[in-house]
């Protein structure tokens, strides 16, 4: 069952109100091939989803796929890089007829202070499309920037 919240829901009813979650509860057959090459500074990654499955209260398999790709280019020596990213998924909800969709795009690029210090920037835009009128995610997108300092340990 996906969640569907609605304007008047609470934190706690809304905290998943983003998220795509397909509701296969009862049965899920699905499979995931991430390619990923590397030449020189240029990395690409790919990542290609499908999934069918259904609630134990539907007679029939619905089925989602998931597509994403990202290419990052780092040069002088790894210190610094550029990358952009594309994902989209698309599929049947519990109780709708049609497919709905979420896409997303990401340009940014960072940089290395040291190897456990990261200083990242990234501009992202994302939309949900064709949700119905009575589902909060119709007509949603979120675009911003970011800014981030990552530590590793």
């Known amino acids: 069952m996906s969640i569907r919240a609605t304007t008047a829901g609470t ?9 795509v979650q397909p509701g296969f509860r009862s049965e899920t057959k699905s499979w995931v091939l ?19 499955g259904r609630a134990a209260t ?7 796929e998931q597509y994403a790709g990202e290419a990052l280019y780092r040069f002088v020596d ?12 698309t599929g049947q909800l519990l109780g709708m007829t049609n497919d709905v969709s979420v ?13 456990t210090l990261l200083l990242k920037g990234e501009w992202m835009t994302q939309k949900y499309l064709d949700f119905p009128t009575t589902d909060i995610r119709n007509g949603g997108k979120i675009k911003g920037f970011m800014i981030e300092g990552v530590v590793a340990f």
């Open 103 to 115: 896409n997303r795009y990401q340009i940014g690029g960072g940089w290395f202070l040291t190897p």
């Open 11 to 19: 934190e706690k009813d809304s905290a998943w109100t983003g998220n």
């Open 78 to 89: 790894d210190r610094l890089f550029l990358g952009g990213r594309y994902n989209t998924v």
């Open 58 to 64: 539907e007679p029939e398999n619905r089925k989602w």
């Open 34 to 52: 991430n390619p990923f090459v590397k030449v020189g500074g240029l990395e690409v990654r790919g990542n290609i989803e499908r999934a069918r």
